[in-house]
């Protein structure tokens, strides 16, 4: 059986599995990952080697940042902001001494859902990944869209309020800044007078009726539709999959697909068709399914 050991590099954690080629995870597991420098990401990964031995046919790497998996270089690294410029497929793959490869994690959220989840039995779609930040990817004739430098599919950038992105405002002048969870959960804090509110405590009091919440999640689904709507008049898409730790609950994908169905009410002759909002199938194991169908591929 072919074996391959598959990473998913966080800023807090490395996930791993050994996984055959089907996608089945054998084993799997998370070791703290020490990211602020190369030779602390190297002794990370070298601590890694050296607990999961060497029996597999490669590694295959998911991971933040503007990357050429093609190539294997590292343009930025997202958190990670030493990585400049980077090339990580062959530094990483020396610590393992096997055939290495490197993706953007929201890119490999993207194919694994488009692989054999979410997404697979569509042409085109986007997997919308809601977490700190707002990652995810696209998917033209059943292949991620990469664009010309690796960067497409960015989708914290998409600019919602465009005078202000020219003050320098990026922050609440992009869609990052409007439904990330760093940007919805601390507008709960601050109604609740809150200094420690977490996505839990949203949630929860949003199910239990609470005013404030129901006002910064309805907030919320109107600057998620609006954005899949701009979204849609570029791309034409036939699905988008809401993935990421806020799509663990249900009423996340229900209240973007309501806002989303009535907007199409309101603008019954938009010139493009109504995808069809779902929730992603993989969750958090996305990274490590979707670096090994873009390992395989290669």
């Known amino acids: 059986m072919e074996k391959y050991l598959v990473l998913d590099i966080g800023g807090t954690y490395i996930k791993y599995a ?20 190369e030779e602390r990401m190297l002794a990370s ?9 060497d029996d597999y046919e490669g590694v295959a790497i998911s991971m933040p940042g503007r990357i050429d998996t093609e190539k294997g270089w590292a343009y930025t690294g997202g958190a990670f902001t030493w990585l ?18 490197i993706a953007n994690d929201g890119k490999c959220a993207a194919i694994a859902e488009s692989w054999s989840g ?8 986007a997997v919308l990944v809601l977490g700190t930040g707002v990652g995810g990817g696209i ?19 998409l600019v919602c309020d465009m ?3 020219h003050q320098g405002k990026a922050g609440s002048a992009i869609w990052a800044g409007k439904i990330a969870a760093g940007a919805i959960v601390p507008k709960f804090g601050l109604a609740k007078g809150l200094a420690n509110a977490d996505g839990h405590m949203l949630f929860d009091a949003y199910e239990e009726g609470d005013a404030d919440a129901k006002e910064v999640m309805d ?21 988008y999959a809401i993935g990421g730790g806020i799509s663990a609950r249900p009423e996340t994908t229900s209240l973007i697909r309501d806002a989303v169905d009535k907007l199409f009410e309101m603008h019954p002759y938009l010139p493009f068709s109504k995808p069809e909002i779902v929730t992603c199938k993989f969750g958090n194991e996305a990274n490590l399914i979707g670096a090994l169908a873009f390992h395989l591929q290669k």
């Not at 907030?219 to 699905?239: H, K, N, P």
């Open 84 to 101: 400049h410029d980077y090339p990580a497929a062959e530094k990483y793959g020396a610590v393992f001494g096997k055939p290495t490869t």
């Open 163 to 165: 005078p202000a992105i």
């Open 118 to 125: 979410a997404l697979a039995d569509v042409d085109s779609g």
């Open 45 to 53: 990964l070298e601590e890694l080697h050296q607990a999961v031995g």
């Open 219 to 239: 907030e919320y689904a109107v600057w998620a539709s609006s954005g899949i709507i701009t979204l849609q008049a570029v791309l034409d898409l036939q699905r």
């Open 139 to 157: 998917v033209l004739n059943k292949k991620v869209w990469m664009g010309c430098s690796g960067g497409a599919g960015e989708l914290s950038w």
């Open 18 to 37: 050994i996984m055959d080629r089907d996608g089945n995870f054998l084993t799997q597991g998370k070791v703290p990952a020490v990211t602020t420098s």
